[in-house]
């Protein structure tokens, strides 16, 4: 006897809101041992601080598997599993960091070796819940609301980045490793609880068997090994050109983090306590950005302030041009250094929102039953832009200098290259719109071409 198809309903807000807030605990888990241990090695332990920028790169290279976490969700067909187990080891690995870094006071060798897999294990969690959990968003959030939803789950991880902080660095003060380690304890166990909270009946009317009319492309993906399913999505061209997008975008991006503030401090002469206020001001600037690609995006509005993909390609050209403006501030003190900032953080937040919204689309128009696999292809280029950006940012800052001499023409020089990024992601990104303005044929699931591992884009 033939069952009758079951159907999984689209994601309310309700929906949306638990997602965030499990973004949110990762986020505080995450802040913590990036930025919290990452003080307590250099200024209580005094440490090298190329220790704990080792260990937060490391992190970033873990998170290249992404895909295979991703691919174990496809497998699964159900995401929750992976994001309450990716939430328990990132747990698991912040509290060991946190012991790590109590133990490099007496036996800094060991202590390390203990980070180091620390680390690891944070990498890991991260990739596996967050991975899973874009994919999930990518499944279950309908088209109109891809923009605002995107929005709502990443300003909660942010206000869980600041909560966190601001919570943590009132308990660990004054700082004793006792104290450290209970409030590393707690966070771990709040976080986890809070998660599997928000996960409880998240996908209860996902049905873990494939439909009738799916069996022959379910039996076919089930059978594939990670492999051949990465081969099958890195074939799509839109897969293709999108992973180039986002490992470019987020280079430029995240090249400039740390060189911001030293450039203020060293070419206008802004204290310390100014340049922290501008990185605020940036920080704001995103805000801005993200909320008014949430406002395009929403159904109210129906597109009359331009479609996402309109905000991506306009929020990299802005970018690009704000970078010009850090030229032309480096090169002269009468610039508007604090509004070109905020310039730059609006166009930072708008094409980064609109991102994550197009990379929703993209894994859903991809083909059901490869959201995941997708999703880990596009987090693992953000993991591996991110942990080079820091780098290439500070080394072409150290290399200008060497080569110009000059503080103003070097910081001019990298700004100059972060603007030609920019540009180019610019251009990368106007390609994926033209591919979305050729109108989608939909696949059916008997289809030829999918049953032979075709692209369905």
Known sequence: MMRTPSTTSPFGWFQIIRLGLIQACLGAVVVVTTSTLNRIMVVELA????????????HYAVQMVRPRMGFGADKGRRSTPWMMGGMLVLGGGGFMAAWATVWMASEPFYGALLAWLSFSLIGLG???CGTSLLALMAKRVPDERRAPAATTVWLMMIVGFAVTAGVVGKLIDPYSPQVLLQVSASLSVVTALITAVCLWGLEKDADPQPLPERNAASERLQKQDFKEAFKEVWADPAARTFTVFVFMSMLAYSAQDLILEPFAGAVHGF?????TQLSGWH????????????????????????????WMVGGCLFSALATVGLVSSALSAAWPLKANVVFLGVANGAFSIAAIATMM?????GGAGRE??????WGAAQAAAFGLGGLLGTAASDVAHALLGEQSAAYAAVFALQGLMFALSAVVAWRLRSRAAVPHRPMRFDSPVLLKGGSSS
Not at 47 to 58: E, M, Q
Not at 271 to 275: E, F, I, L, R, W
Not at 285 to 308: D, H, P, T
């Open 47 to 58: 440490l090298p601080a190329l220790l704990p920028g080792f260990l937060v790169a490391w």
């Open 126 to 128: 991260v990739s596996a």
């Open 271 to 275: 204290t310390p306590g100014q340049t």
């Open 283 to 310: 920080h704001m600037g995103v805000l801005v950005g993200m909320l008014a690609v949430a406002g395009a995006g929403s159904r109210w509005v129906a597109g009359r302030l331009g479609s996402v993909q309109a």
């Open 361 to 365: 689309r993209l894994a859903g128009e």
């Open 372 to 377: 995941g696999t997708r999703m880990g292809l």
